[in-house]
């Protein structure tokens, strides 16, 4: 089992930033890839960023690229997403999950709220 806790989000006015955090705890070692995942009111969850735990490889949703700085500290276990030049239409609950190198994201967070006034 990993246990995964976000923190970071709030309130930020359009154009501004936010880092959110991700605790893991339990088997870390069991990470293969990190993601952050959302879901906006009314909306279903979309991937939003992932990476891989050895190595660094990243992927990025169109939507966030340019925008969003998905990263890792090992010896912290923590998992980051730097948000720059946020958009109103970026307000959702944020999760981050994890999964290892065969399985399906199988592991998430209780989310944290992301809101961006225009």
């Known amino acids: 089992q990993v246990q995964l806790v976000e923190s970071g989000g709030g309130l930020v006015q359009a154009g501004g930033s936010l880092r959110l955090s991700c605790a893991a705890s339990?088997?870390?070692?069991?990470?293969?890839?990190m993601a952050w995942f959302r879901q906006a009111p009314g909306k279903g969850r979309e991937f939003v960023a992932s990476?891989?735990?050895?190595?660094?490889?990243?992927v990025y949703a169109d939507s966030v690229k340019g925008r969003f700085t998905i990263a890792r500290d090992d010896a912290k276990n923590t998992g980051y997403l730097q948000m720059n030049s946020l958009k109103p239409e970026d307000t959702a609950v944020y999760y981050c999950?994890?999964?290892?190198?065969?399985?399906?994201?199988?592991?998430w967070g209780q989310g944290t709220q992301v809101t961006v006034s225009s």
């Open positions: 999950a994890s999964r290892s190198q065969s399985g399906e994201y199988a592991f």
């Open positions: 339990g088997r870390t070692f069991s990470i293969y890839h």
């Open positions: 990476i891989r735990w050895s190595g660094g490889t990243t």
